[in-house]
């Protein structure tokens, strides 16, 4: 009798699924070749999901919207192929930095399609964003208007960034919307900055921004939120922000069209009808495109099972940062009941990329996959303990081509002087 294919979860990029040979495949291609090809640990994009999601929410907000700018926001995944996907798609982008702002220019984002966020923008900053042409900039706070206001020679578009005081039902680190918050305008001080920013002969206000958090699983917070930002006037655009959440292992974020029907019809109930709707998601375009492809380096037991892989905290700095949850499976032998720790590298107790996971009789050299690692992952990266970063390879039909390649010991020592 066949024995069935084990069901991969919603976790794993569209398209994914467990060879004749018993191999995961990614975007037609086979996990085990990935890793001999291009080594691990690795990145691995499929990119027609990428390309699928992007559509799915354009078609989202379109299918309750008339007017709609949707943004990738870049910081979720900081790569040229990445954002030169979504360009391709008919979406602009968003930038909290003049790195990420060299990127979406690099990438050929067209600048009219750019939208410039951050609490602490510096005034090369500032400067880099108007010379380029960008589309708008998200202004914060007070100090950031008089700076803008010195380096303008012609107007620059804007909009005001406030925070509602709702706070977004997430991790701690990641809720952006209460009072107490770095980011945006208090309710107190919105009124006084709108005032000032109408006022401005070279600064041209055209809406309210507001982002709750990131991971988000409900959509009630939209509502709360807009219901409060109403209290300051009206605007013709209004910039919902991201948040929308992704199943990392067992959660059940709402979908794309309830989630941006969500929010566009709080603006509706309560910023009124027939506004502009800007919406930037980030970890719902990315976080499930992408797996991570690990080997298996030891495995030893100190009362747990630890199971330690080639990469770990430098890769991946979620676990670490919100004790995110991923899965981990060994890529041609799905399923298996031994518990164990699957751990990084580093010198760091915390260092554990998935605890508790189940694995099949886990042993050197065999490759680990976690999947949803698309977002704030290669853009989290870091050296530490001198690891050199991944490469992405993107998978698309079977084909696997590298679009940033893996860090060097000569990248490592590249700044030093
Ligand atoms: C202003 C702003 N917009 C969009 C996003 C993207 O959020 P997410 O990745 O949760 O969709 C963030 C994330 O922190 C943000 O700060």
């Given at each position: 009798?066949?024995?069935?294919?084990?069901?991969?979860?919603?976790?794993?990029?569209?398209?994914?699924?467990?060879?004749?040979?018993?191999?995961?495949?990614?975007?037609?291609?086979?996990?085990?070749?990935?890793?001999?090809?291009?080594?691990?640990?690795?990145?691995?994009?499929?990119?027609?999901?990428?390309?699928?999601?992007?559509?799915?929410?354009?078609?989202?907000?379109?299918?309750?919207?008339?007017?709609?700018?949707?943004?990738?926001?870049?910081?979720?995944?900081?790569?040229?192929?990445?954002?030169?996907?979504?360009?391709?798609?008919?979406?602009?982008?968003?930038?909290?930095?003049?790195?990420?702002?060299?990127?979406?220019?690099?990438?050929?984002?067209?600048?009219?399609?750019?939208?410039?966020?951050?609490?602490?923008?510096?005034?090369?900053?500032?400067?880099?964003?108007?010379?380029?042409?960008?589309?708008?900039?998200?202004?914060?706070?007070?100090?950031?208007?008089?700076?803008?206001?010195?380096?303008?020679?012609?107007?620059?578009?804007?909009?005001?960034?406030?925070?509602?005081?709702?706070?977004?039902?997430?991790?701690?680190?990641?809720?952006?919307?209460?009072?107490?918050?770095?980011?945006?305008?208090?309710?107190?001080?919105?009124?006084?900055?709108?005032?000032?920013?109408?006022?401005?002969?070279?600064?041209?206000?055209?809406?309210?921004?507001?982002?709750?958090?990131?991971?988000?699983?409900?959509?009630?917070?939209?509502?709360?939120?807009?219901?409060?930002?109403?209290?300051?006037?009206?605007?013709?655009?209004?910039?919902?922000?991201?948040?929308?959440?992704?199943?990392?292992?067992?959660?059940?974020?709402?979908?794309?069209?309830?989630?941006?029907?969500?929010?566009?019809?709080?603006?509706?109930?309560?910023?009124?009808?027939?506004?502009?709707?800007?919406?930037?998601?980030?970890?719902?375009?990315?976080?499930?495109?992408?797996?991570?492809?690990?080997?298996?380096?030891?495995?030893?037991?100190?009362?747990?099972?630890?199971?330690?892989?080639?990469?770990?905290?430098?890769?991946?700095?979620?676990?670490?940062?919100?004790?995110?949850?991923?899965?981990?499976?060994?890529?041609?032998?799905?399923?298996?009941?031994?518990?164990?720790?699957?751990?990084?590298?580093?010198?760091?107790?915390?260092?554990?990329?998935?605890?508790?996971?189940?694995?099949?009789?886990?042993?050197?050299?065999?490759?680990?996959?976690?999947?949803?690692?698309?977002?704030?992952?290669?853009a989290l990266a870091n050296n530490y303990n001198g690891v050199p970063r991944p490469p992405v390879v993107f998978a698309k039909d079977g084909d696997a081509r590298v679009v940033v390649r893996r860090e060097t010991y000569e990248d490592l020592l590249a700044r030093d002087v």
């Amino acid at each position: 009798m066949a024995v069935s294919a084990p069901t991969l979860s919603p976790a794993f990029p569209i398209g994914s699924r467990i060879n004749e040979r018993g191999v995961l495949e990614i975007g037609g291609c086979d996990a085990l070749e990935l890793a001999r090809e291009f080594g691990t640990p690795a990145y691995v994009v499929a990119e027609d999901d990428l390309r699928a999601r992007a559509r799915r929410m354009l078609d989202a907000y379109r299918a309750c919207a008339a007017d709609v700018d949707l943004l990738f926001a870049s910081k979720a995944f900081p790569c040229t192929a990445v954002l030169r996907v979504f360009a391709e798609e008919g979406l602009g982008c968003d930038v909290a930095s003049g790195g990420e702002l060299a990127l979406a220019l690099a990438a050929g984002v067209d600048p009219g399609r750019i939208y410039v966020h951050g609490n602490a923008k510096s005034v090369a900053e500032l400067r880099a964003a108007v010379d380029a042409g960008v589309h708008c900039i998200v202004v914060d706070n007070a100090g950031e208007i008089d700076r803008l206001e010195a380096i303008v020679t012609g107007t620059q578009r804007v909009m005001i960034r406030v925070t509602p005081d709702v706070r977004g039902e997430t991790h701690a680190a990641i809720s952006t919307g209460q009072a107490d918050s770095k980011f945006g305008f208090s309710m107190e001080e919105a009124p006084a900055a709108i005032a000032r920013l109408r006022a401005s002969d070279r600064l041209e206000l055209v809406g309210v921004h507001y982002h709750v958090g990131s991971q988000l699983l409900s959509t009630l917070p939209f509502e709360r939120a807009a219901a409060a930002v109403a209290q300051l006037g009206d605007f013709p655009v209004v910039d919902v922000g991201g948040g929308l959440g992704v199943a990392y292992t067992d959660e059940e974020p709402p979908s794309f069209e309830d989630y941006a029907r969500a929010k566009v019809e709080a603006v509706e109930r309560h910023l009124g009808p027939g506004k502009r709707i800007v919406a930037e998601p980030g970890r719902a375009l990315v976080a499930n495109s992408t797996v991570t492809l690990y080997t298996v380096e030891s495995v030893k037991r100190n009362v747990s099972l630890w199971v330690g892989v080639d990469g770990g905290m430098s890769d991946n700095l979620r676990p670490m940062l919100y004790g995110a949850r991923y899965e981990a499976h060994v890529v041609d032998r799905f399923g298996g009941t031994t518990r164990c720790h699957v751990t990084g590298k580093h010198c760091e107790s915390g260092d554990v990329i998935v605890r508790d996971a189940l694995l099949d009789d886990p042993r050197v050299g065999d490759v680990i996959v976690t999947p949803a690692t698309g977002a704030y992952g290669h853009a989290l990266a870091n050296n530490y303990n001198g690891v050199p970063r991944p490469p992405v390879v993107f998978a698309k039909d079977g084909d696997a081509r590298v679009v940033v390649r893996r860090e060097t010991y000569e990248d490592l020592l590249a700044r030093d002087v």
